[in-house]
């Protein structure tokens, strides 16, 4: 409704689909899928996760309760 478009890498689109098929989802679960499916230590996992949940919670994209 926003009218703007967001690009999304492959991990961040990874992230994006879980979210959409899960109706609750934590952290924890989003950092053990994208590491079970993607070569990425477990730090740099960390970080990107955490930022992009960040970057959605600021455009108001997410919630959490």
Do not use: H
Request: aromatic share 10%; no cysteine.
């Amino acid at each position: 409704e926003s009218k703007f478009y967001y690009s999304l890498n492959p991990t961040a689109s990874f992230i994006w689909r879980l979210l959409e098929e899960k109706e609750e989802l934590s952290r924890d679960k989003i950092l053990q899928e994208v590491m079970e499916n993607f070569e990425v230590e477990p730090e740099q996992a960390e970080k990107d996760v955490d930022e992009f949940i960040e970057n959605l919670l600021k455009e108001g994209l997410i919630s959490i309760d």
